[in-house]
């Protein structure tokens, strides 16, 4: 079965770049590896999704290594509105599980 | 274009009482899911559906029900409230092809149970 660990927390300040590295045990070989956002009382957002390699769009980059057993979500320059709970969870759509994410804390 | 819509947004119930919260997506996505989340802590899924007529359970199913009759719509019975069920309820859906999945969510419904 499919799993992911992540950091419970992180803090950083306002104009810093931020990582967030999830594990992937068991990642299944057709699925591709994807990232949300919850910010409180909000229901989680995707922001990116990739398979190898890198990806960017206008929120943040996902860097994979080539053996897929992790993943690299980075935020560029954070502001305090990144603050919010971040998931990595497995990649199976069919039992679709988030596990408790990653507390990201912005200071200013 | 709607998305994911749950209602109610607040419900209070007492200890014993029934409901049904309602999810629908217009998206045509084939998988939808329900998920609870208790203060402080990540979602926790109860139940999943694969597509019309085909539902699963979770990790937390004990307490609930759930059918799925059409592609829009999968509602999420409580037959017996309990405080222990006081969460925040989520709704989610979306379209699995090819190993990629992207999860839109509904709004929550915020529970009660005294």
């Known amino acids: 079965l499919a799993k992911t660990t992540q950091p419970i927390s992180m803090d950083s300040y306002e104009g810093q770049e931020v990582n967030i590295t999830c594990s992937h045990n068991?990642?299944?070989?057709?699925?591709?590896i994807t990232w949300y956002q919850q910010f409180p009382s909000q229901g989680p957002r995707f922001i990116i999704q990739?398979?190898?390699t890198k990806v960017t769009n206008e929120v943040a980059s996902l860097f994979i290594p080539a053996d897929r057993k992790s993943s690299t979500l980075s935020l560029p320059r954070v502001s305090l509105s990144d603050t919010a709970v971040y998931y990595c969870?497995?990649?199976?759509?069919?039992?679709?599980?988030f596990g408790s994410g990653t507390q990201l804390t912005v200071l200013p | 274009n709607a998305g994911v819509t749950q209602t109610p947004k607040f419900r209070i119930l007492k200890i014993g009482q029934s409901m049904t919260l309602q999810c629908t997506q217009d998206?045509?996505?084939?998988?939808m899911y329900w998920y609870r989340q208790d203060p402080g802590m990540g979602l926790k899924l109860i139940y999943y559906?694969?597509?019309?007529?085909?539902?699963d359970k979770g990790e937390v199913p004990n307490g609930y029900n759930v059918s799925r009759s059409t592609t829009e719509d999968f509602p999420l019975r409580l037959e017996l409230a309990a405080p222990s069920q006081t969460s925040v309820y989520f709704c989610?859906?979306?379209?699995?092809?090819?190993?990629?999945?992207?999860?839109?969510f509904g709004q929550g419904t915020r529970l009660t149970v005294v």
């Open positions: 989610a859906s979306s379209y699995s092809g090819t190993g990629m999945t992207e999860a839109f």
């Open positions: 068991n990642i299944a070989t057709n699925d591709y």
């Open positions: 990739g398979y190898k």
């Open positions: 969870p497995p990649g199976s759509a069919r039992q679709l599980t």
């Open positions: 998206m045509n996505h084939n998988y």
């Open positions: 559906s694969v597509g019309a007529g085909i539902t």
